[in-house]
């Protein structure tokens, strides 16, 4: 079986395993409070170009999500987030679990727009009865997104824009962030995202690594007591530098973005094949996510040899499935899967 469904089916890149064992007997301080921990977040600050930034390493996106989004609100504040948006569907409530109501938005493509934001808030305020609602005070959104989408440069300008007139939090989850800049679609630096928002994070476990996520916190307001949070929410790892070693590894010699762009790169090939032979798709998405509309009867017989999530059902006998490259995606099942797909369209 050749699994297609997500980007995290493999362990680690190599390199990684070689840096754990290399350190494996080695005293470190716990709770990420150590030189691989320190060195790590400092590559972070300059990579980003925020040398004030506070940056911590948790294990995974929805303890990351549920953590930075608990730290920022009060107990009748919320977040608006695409319909699509992972905390809105894919992490069981962790958000509502903290107290704080997930606020969606009808996505198209898996975005959300600045005047969407715009318009709920000034309908929240407008309401006589504001009090009696959950205030908006955060926007989440995802780069790539569910879809595999991206939002521009403007697109976040704007979204900025929005947030400083309605005081709001910009948070961007980065669990695939790689992924986005890698894609030569991309129109926004790593820097410029980061003066965008008021908090992002750097995926590890979809990007090479064998798990965690580097949060980094550029509002001050953000910055006190996280840590009281990251412990709070069974975030805050005993043996932290496991992560820090991690990081440190993947952003030495620009590995993160090569190993993103070998996924983007492959999904571009797939991407390719698959309109030639006239497959249309659900969306546009051009990076390592793709979502394909193939009959159900080919679907059948593909799943025999392959795995993919089923994404929507299109009509009575087409559905839009999702396939995703990773970090580690072998070329030749790649052109396995299209020369499957190309068989049985003929």
């Not at 939002?151 to 989850?173: H, I, P, S």
């Not at 571009?268 to 030639?276: M, N, V």
Request: hydrophobic fraction near 40%; aromatic fraction near 8%.
């Amino acid at each position: 079986m050749i699994r297609f469904n997500n980007d995290y089916s493999e362990g680690a890149h190599p390199r990684i395993l070689e840096a754990l064992g290399a350190i494996n007997f080695s005293q470190n301080a716990g709770y990420g409070e150590d030189e691989h921990c320190r060195a790590a977040a400092e590559r972070i600050r300059a990579l980003a170009g925020q040398p004030d930034a506070a940056v911590h390493f948790l294990v995974g996106g929805t303890q990351a999500n549920a953590t930075v989004i608990d730290a920022a609100l009060r107990p009748h504040q919320g977040v608006l987030c695409a319909e699509t948006g992972h905390i809105c569907g894919h992490e069981t409530g962790a958000v509502e679990a903290t107290g704080h109501k997930v606020l969606p938005l009808p996505a198209r493509a898996g975005k959300i727009t600045a005047e969407q934001v715009e318009e709920y808030c000034r309908a929240h305020w407008a309401d006589a009865s504001f009090e009696h609602y959950v205030q908006p005070k955060m926007v989440y959104l995802s780069l790539p997104t569910e879809l595999g989408t991206l939002y521009t440069k403007a697109e976040l300008e704007a979204m900025r824009a929005v947030c400083d007139r309605r005081g709001l939090y910009l948070f961007v989850d980065g669990a695939r962030l790689g992924y986005g800049l890698a894609a030569p679609a991309c129109d926004i630096t790593l820097p410029q995202l980061a003066a965008l928002c008021d908090v992002f994070y750097l995926g590890g476990t979809k990007q090479g690594a064998l798990f965690g996520e580097a949060v980094v916190l550029r509002n001050d307001a953000l910055k006190a007591d996280f840590r009281y949070l990251i412990k709070q929410h069974g975030g805050m790892l005993a043996k932290g530098w496991l992560l820090g070693v991690q990081f440190e590894e993947l952003l030495r010699d620009d590995l993160y973005f090569r190993l993103a762009g070998h996924a983007d790169s492959l999904a571009e090939r797939l991407r390719t094949a698959l309109g030639q032979m006239g497959v249309p798709f659900y969306v546009d998405s051009p990076t390592n996510q793709l979502f394909p509309i193939l009959p159900d009867g080919v679907l059948e017989a593909l799943a025999r040899d392959y795995t993919f999530t089923e994404t929507a059902r299109v009509d009575e006998g087409r559905r839009a499935v999702r396939l995703c490259t990773s970090w580690a995606t072998r070329p030749e099942h790649v052109e396995a899967l299209i020369a499957s797909v190309q068989a049985l369209l003929t």
